[in-house]
């Protein structure tokens, strides 16, 4: 054999060494992911209201869907109960006008607990009835159907925002809490940083909506942080993060799906939040929602659910 031809064979070899590796690593990758979304599954049994869909959206035709994201007081401050949904957002995603919108609602928000019949504040629909109850009464309250759920404990925050390598903030109220320093300005935040900026409410002028704004830039920060590309080599951690502390109701092929029709959408994200008035019933703080403010966000999300 001659030597130019072993010279072609050796590099052929490492070639397709490199190329098994790659693959290799890749399919390591991509069972690791799915085995994740598998464990991370949890569908739920529906409670029926008037805004909820005949028929469920198809993400795989690239249809306007929303999802409702909850984060729980589970698994934080040493609380191993059912807890409440101390965070909620709607979340609508919307490939025809190229946005995603994401919705806060206080969770002192009194509405009608859908499944039980009374008036309270929102987020105590958790309390009572889990992911079921809160998605059924969050439809009935916007009018809007919800398709899909999120639900993160807050345990899970520190460790997401850890594993996609910290986030960064811009804010725009100096102030000090949990044994940190916010400055005005861009702020670096890891995972303890980020629970803490996310939770202080009450020096700040705007109560609880100064709190949902600086959750909203959390969550954006980290959505963005973890679809990059910088935060590959750190996969095992955040799937290992997500696997201890979220549930969805969507699944691989969801997800497959949402990356493949909505990746335009997910990288415009416009956030806005319901405004409530503060108001004492029976010695108990809520926040009522007026017509108005309330026909607002209904037109802002039924507009971006519209095929």
């Known amino acids: 054999m001659s030597t130019g031809k072993k010279i072609f064979l050796g590099i052929l ?3 397709l060494v490199l190329v098994l590796g790659v693959c290799g690593y890749a399919w390591k990758i991509y069972s690791d992911v799915t085995g994740t979304v598998k464990d991370i599954n949890e569908p739920v049994t529906r409670i029926t209201s008037d805004s909820k869909r005949d028929e469920a959206v198809s993400i795989d035709s690239g249809d306007p869907f929303s999802v409702l994201l909850l984060g729980v007081d589970t698994g934080d401050l040493g609380r191993d109960d059912q807890g409440r949904s101390d965070t909620i957002m709607v979340v609508t995603v919307s490939p025809k006008t190229g946005q995603t919108t994401m ?34 009464t969050v439809e009935n309250l916007l009018d809007i159907p919800i398709d899909h ?30 044994g940190y320093t916010f400055p005005v300005g861009t702020v670096q935040l890891d995972g303890k940083k980020a629970l803490a900026y996310s939770r202080m409410r009450y020096d700040d002028p705007n109560g609880d909506y100064g709190r949902q704004e600086r959750q909203r830039k959390v969550v954006t920060a980290t959505v963005k942080k973890a679809i990059s590309i910088k935060t590959l080599t750190s996969y095992q951690d955040i799937l290992s993060a997500l696997k201890s502390n979220m549930k969805t109701d969507l699944t691989w092929d969801n997800l497959v799906d949402i990356q493949k029709n909505y990746s335009s959408a ?37 507009a971006q659910l519209t095929n």
């Not at 969770?107 to 998605?135: L, Q």
């Not at 703080?285 to 039924?302: C, G, H, M, N, W």
């Open 13 to 15: 070899g490492v070639l």
């Open 103 to 136: 919705v806060s609602i206080a969770r002192d928000t009194y509405t009608e607990i859908i499944g039980r019949g009374t008036m309270d504040k929102i987020n105590h629909a958790y309390a009572f009835g889990g992911v079921a109850m809160s998605m059924a």
């Open 149 to 178: 759920y999120v639900s993160i404990n807050m345990a899970g925050l520190k460790k997401i925002v850890d594993a996609v390598g910290g986030i960064e903030v811009n804010n725009t109220l100096e102030f000090t809490y949990d």
């Open 266 to 302: 997910l990288g415009n994200i416009k956030t806005d939040q319901l405004q409530g008035t503060g108001v004492m019933r029976d010695e108990i703080s809520y926040q009522d929602i007026s017509a108005d403010e309330l026909t607002r966000v209904q037109t802002l999300l039924k």
